[in-house]
């Protein structure tokens, strides 16, 4: 496509309208990226995944097969989006009275973060850094930065390091040796 970086690999079977790509990101067959949809350097757009205009993905991220990422939402650097997870920005979407997109609700994902397959994200929240979201889980609220979130709806049930592992009651990994605080209120953890 005209005015992308020559390291930005498009496959002939995807639709890539953007001029907006970084260097070194792949996408991948099927794949659709609207005009007016922002995507970071060396990200990677699998098979199938559809980021709309307006949506703004970060650097390093990974979209795998078939996420849908609307208008209003927001992916910071370094984010995994398992296959087939969905992002929605609209609260109540009905054919006969249509919103109007101004009024879709923002939705935030912050660095770091892991979403599993299948997850739903409903518009309006913010994912914490660092935080991983279960496979199958809808998130209905803000996720603290590190936790670990699963259900419908998604709760907490631990905390996750940034290495990925659970962390133990002392918030010291026992795989890497991360330490970690909990930050003022019911905000997450932060490295200590």
Known sequence: MPGLDPSVFVHERALCESDEVGPRTRVWAFAHVMKGARVGSDCNVCDHAFVEAGAIVG?????????????????EDEVFLGPNMVFTN??????AF????????????????????????????????QAFVGAGSVVIRDVPAHALVVGNPARRIAWACSCGETLPEALVCETCGRAYAPLDGDRGLTAR
């Open 90 to 95: 609209d609260m109540r979407p009905r054919v």
């Open 59 to 75: 650097n390093r991220v990974t979209i795998k097969n078939c996420v849908l990422i609307w208008d209003r939402v927001t992916i």
């Open 98 to 129: 249509r919103s109007d997109p101004s009024t879709f609700l923002p939705t935030l994902v912050q660095r770091g973060a892991s979403i599993g397959a299948n997850a739903t994200i409903v518009c309006g929240v913010t994912v914490g850094e």
